[in-house]
């Protein structure tokens, strides 16, 4: 590969990932029901997967040991971690409030390293659960705003993911490549995932800015809807001119949501900054003792958790 | 022969086949039909599972099989613990008519000791109040006197067993809802070590402080409840792994050589009859051998406060998922957002709203560290000044409410005084320890007042050889 700088007329990009993965656990994340993808709707769930009253999680040791996995695979520190809510309505999640991690993740400051040997930083691997799965029926482009009804697949909510947040180190299209087919690999290798983008069991979100050389940072756009990796270069290539495109004739680009169209080859505004949500995290009060899942030594083995 | 009125005379008469299950349950039946629409202390009464239940146990008795530690016992179930294919509604209009697919964990041990559930008695909704005045379906009245309220938010678990509806219930304690509504209504109630008892099944409200426990006529059948339903279950992570409590062999122990605290700072503002039966109970546990020590809470007046932060918070993340969504109400409109809007604007009362609106608050960008965040230090405080009570101190006595029951509608439309009718209770829930409510004589217009007991986390040995004593001493003698 070319030690060259990859640049775009004399723009620089600036690219972190956000990549989820789905655990290769035998069940969900805080319930006994079966982490499958595929089969009939509805038919893996429970009352903690509904979020039926009264329903309590319980940590799957099995998800924590795959997701330190990742972490030690990724040159993490694997830390003593918590559970927060983050709290929000969507019609696919059942306790309108997602079980994540917040201010003390299980991974935290590690990196990967592309072949050419450049290292790409990684801020932290968290654990957290996954939604349900809504399929609008009616209207157009399969979006919840116009359509007749909608119907919802509660087999994945609940499924154990790992957030890994990227740094905003990656610099072009096919180092973005690189680094989602690099993590890939480590993920299947250490067993944590079967990682398929197509299935869903990988997700990559893209947040991409561009400067001239020397500049400070732009304002950045996050690209969602990235369904493989060679659609994750052209998202970017075509987000990053379109916001030099923006700025050579001097506007200015917008912090937004953007969702990425297969068909048309373009992003498109899903939603601005003026709407962003306030999750109104807090410490999950119902997992006991998520600061003793792992031990205090730093060395990342799971401290003996009561039975 | 009378039919025994506690639950451990009837679980002993039962199995020793004296009585049978079913016509104990029929005597508490004909309570019910006596003097239930007078008290309203149910949202359902389950007559004919009632009967099958106690069916089962008398069958077990014919055929030589252990019927278990509370054979036969008509125990009523708070209406905000999961019953499978039963309704569960939480006095809200927007779960009236689910019915959960599940058992709460206390439903199925005390089911597998032989009791036999009468019904689902009312609460404030979701277990917000104080005088279970905020219900959908209506007002539970105190059997004392029925102008006046239970007390809440469990008023109609305490009203239960005090009418003879039912020999014992459960109800649930997050900042006082057992022990205040057990003191209006002259019974003894028991908010565990938080932990203790599962709460797998309970609707929450508040998590961090919400814990299951029993309402009887006397400290015995408290502590026998508690053996059944405590214990580790694997469902709920935090409940202590740990075997079920061990309290009878407490009950008989006396009191000499503990050690009874009383809170000099205390928060003032009670009936001076009440204030007067605490005082008789101090001298009288004096006079049995234990030693009166002053401690001091500096922190507890901050507990109503931190509680008003805390609670609220956790209720409105807890509740968000009464979206109208998959079950309950729904109340149709023309997009997601105006639904969930329609929904709970519909389904939820005035009081429920008022604290997931303020939880909401206290939780926001920018509020979370002047409220919330301080209010969890607070609650710190708090533990700490317990834990340096606690060095003194074996067990902290003081009113468990600062009156005695007041008139249906006294209190409705003024929130803070409502609010304070559980000052001398939330601290304990703040802190995760025990407390408990024992009837403890009469106050204003004869009518009873609570004496609560309060102990260090897993006192609850301590606990209750304190609350036997006070029932020994108790004015009128022992029951």
């Known amino acids: 590969m070319s030690a060259e700088k990859y640049m775009i007329d004399d723009y620089e990009l600036v690219v972190g990932l956000e990549v989820h993965v789905e655990l290769a656990t035998a069940t969900k994340l805080f319930s006994a029901s079966a982490n499958r993808f595929g089969d009939e709707p509805n038919t893996h769930i429970d009352p903690v997967t509904l979020g039926l009253p009264g329903a309590l999680p319980v940590l799957n ?40 991690q917040y201010d003390q993740p299980l991974n935290i400051d590690g990196w990967l390293e592309l072949p050419g040997g450049k290292r790409i930083g990684v801020e932290r691997a968290h654990l957290e659960e996954d939604t349900g799965k809504s399929t609008h029926i009616g209207g157009t482009g399969g979006r919840i705003h116009g359509s007749d009804y909608s119907l919802i697949d509660f087999n994945r909510a609940g499924v154990p993911l790992v957030e890994i947040v990227g740094r905003p180190d990656i610099a072009s299209p096919d180092e973005a490549r690189q680094y989602v087919t690099e993590l890939r ?68 680009v917008r912090q937004e949501t953007r969702h990425w169209d297969e068909t048309d080859g373009r992003t498109h505004t899903l939603r601005t900054k003026e709407d962003a949500d306030d999750y109104r995290y807090f410490l999950e009060p119902d997992p006991a003792g998520p600061r003793d899942v792992v031990d205090r030594s730093g060395e990342g083995r799971l401290a003996d958790v009561a039975a | 022969m009378a039919i025994p009125s506690t639950a451990s005379s009837i679980a002993e008469s039962v199995r020793r086949g004296e009585r049978t299950a079913t016509e104990i349950l029929e005597s508490y039946l004909a309570n019910i039909e006596r ?7 149910f949202n359902l009464v389950t007559t004919e599972q009632a009967r099958a239940m106690a069916a089962k146990v008398d069958a077990d008795v014919a055929a030589g099989r252990d019927p278990g530690a509370l054979a036969g016992v008509p125990i009523a179930l708070k209406d905000n613990m999961c019953t499978r294919g039963v309704p569960t509604t939480c006095s809200s209009r927007i779960l009236e008519g689910w019915k959960p697919p599940y058992d709460a964990t206390v439903v199925t041990r005390l089911a597998a000791a032989g009791a036999v559930f009468v019904g689902k008695t009312n609460l404030d909704e979701f277990a917000m109040g104080s005088s279970t005045e905020n219900s959908a379906f209506g007002v539970t009245h105190n059997p004392h006197d029925t102008s006046r ?30 022990r205040q509504p057990a003191a209006l209504c002259g019974v003894v109630g028991v908010k565990p070590t938080y932990g203790t008892v599962s709460r797998y099944g309970l609707v ?25 339903m405590s214990g580790h279950d694997p469902l709920d992570s935090t409940s202590i792994p740990q075997p079920p409590l061990s309290l009878m062999s407490s009950l008989d122990q006396d009191v000499k050589g503990l050690r009874i605290g009383r809170i000099t700072d205390l928060p003032g503002g009670s009936d001076p009859e009440v204030e007067a039966r605490v005082a008789e109970a101090f001298a009288a546990l004096a006079a049995a051998g234990a030693t009166i020590v002053d401690v001091e809470l500096p922190s507890m007046k901050y507990g109503l406060t931190a509680y008003y932060l805390i609670a609220p918070a956790e209720a409105s993340s807890n509740l968000a998922r009464y979206d109208g969504v998959r079950y309950g109400l729904r109340v149709e409109s023309s997009d997601t957002n105006s639904m969930y809007g329609a929904t709970r604007a519909a389904g939820f009362g005035d009081e429920v709203k008022r604290r997931i609106m303020l939880g909401t608050y206290a939780l926001s960008a920018g509020y979370y560290d002047a409220y919330y965040g301080k209010a969890l230090k607070v609650r710190r405080l708090i533990s700490d000044d317990f834990a340096r009570a606690y060095q003194k101190a074996d067990v902290i006595i003081t009113p468990t409410s600062p009156i005695v029951a007041f008139p249906v509608g006294a209190k409705v439309d003024d929130p803070l005084s409502m609010y304070l009718c559980d ?17 403890f004589g009469t106050g204003a217009d004869g009518l009873p007042v609570g004496v609560q007991v309060l102990a ?24």
Do not use: W
């Open chain 1, 61 to 100: 040791r099995q998800a924590v040991e795959l997701a330190m996995r990742i972490g030690l695979a990724l040159n993490c520190t694997v830390q003593p971690c918590t559970f927060h809510r983050k709290n929000y309505f969507y019609p696919d999640m059942p306790k309108a409030y997602q079980i994540s």
């Open chain 1, 185 to 252: 690999q480590i993920l299947v290798a250490v067993g944590a995932s079967d990682a398929k983008m197509e299935e869903g069991s990988m997700r990559c979100d893209a947040n991409v800015s561009v400067r001239k050389a020397g500049q400070p940072l732009g304002t950045r756009c996050e690209i969602k809807n990235v369904n493989s990796v060679r659609s994750l270069g052209r998202a970017i290539e075509y987000e990053a001119r379109r916001q030099i495109a923006l700025i050579d004739s001097g506007e200015r």
């Open chain 2, 35 to 41: 003097r239930e629409k007078d008290i309203h202390a």
């Open chain 2, 149 to 178: 309220v239970a007390g809440g938010s469990s008023g109609g678990s305490a009203a239960a067993v005090a009418a003879e509806f039912a020999a014992a219930s459960l109800g649930s304690d997050t900042g006082g809802s057992i």
């Open chain 2, 204 to 228: 929450a409200f508040a998590s961090s402080l919400d814990q299951i426990g029993p309402f009887t006529t006397d400290v015995r059948d408290s502590a026998l409840l508690l053996e059944v």
């Open chain 2, 423 to 439: 000052v001398f209770t939330i601290p304990t829930n703040l802190a995760g320890h025990p407390a408990m409510s024992v009837p």
């Open chain 2, 456 to 479: 260090p986390t897993l006192g609850e040995a301590a606990m209750f050889r304190v609350a036997a004593q006070l029932e020994r001493s108790a004015p009128g003698g022992a029951r």
